[in-house]
């Protein structure tokens, strides 16, 4: 690949890595103490993919190692967020399912964002939201499609 053409991808992704850390910081100063963005991704994930999945699965899903997500999952149902049932397929693993607390905080999690999202919204309409969505989205989703490969 030409200098060019790289240098364009590496600032794309320079910009997502800067976005990510500023909207990570965002969203855990709006979470309750002891609450990472992590906890929330996980109870996100849970109800945008399906619950019912095994630590393992989780970890591999979030690209961590398996002893990192037996710690998160373990905050997440201390606090009532998540249970673990045993799994009917494989009597040694479990599986994890989030709880109606768990639903009810994520929910109250996104709204807790909702002042922060208006002023943004401010300076970003809906329209260009929308318009960067889909790129965004596929951009994710061959990424996704390598790392399965």
């Given amino acids: 690949m030409p ?3 790289a240098r364009a991808y ?3 992704f ?3 890595s800067i ?3 500023l909207s990570r910081a965002m969203f855990e100063a709006r979470l309750p ?3 990472l963005v992590s906890h929330f991704g996980v109870l996100n994930h849970l109800i945008r993919v399906k619950d019912g999945r095994t630590p393992l699965d989780l970890a591999r899903s979030f690209q961590v190692p398996k002893t990192t997500m037996t710690h998160t999952l373990a905050t997440l149902e201390a606090a009532g967020l998540i249970e673990t049932r045993s799994n009917p397929d494989d009597k040694r693993s479990k599986l994890v399912w989030i709880t109606v607390e768990g639903r009810a905080f994520r929910n109250t999690a996104i709204d807790s964002l ?3 999202l208006e002023r943004l919204a401010e ?3 809906l329209s ?3 318009a960067v969505l889909p790129t965004l989205t596929e951009l994710r989703q061959v990424m996704d499609a390598d790392r399965a490969s």
């Fill in 19 to 21: 976005l990510a850390q």
């Fill in 123 to 125: 300076r970003f309409p």
């Fill in 3 to 5: 200098d060019e053409p």
């Fill in 33 to 35: 103490p002891g609450m």
């Fill in 128 to 130: 260009s939201v929308e």
């Fill in 10 to 12: 590496f600032t794309l």
């Fill in 114 to 116: 909702k002042p922060d």
């Fill in 14 to 16: 320079n910009e997502i």
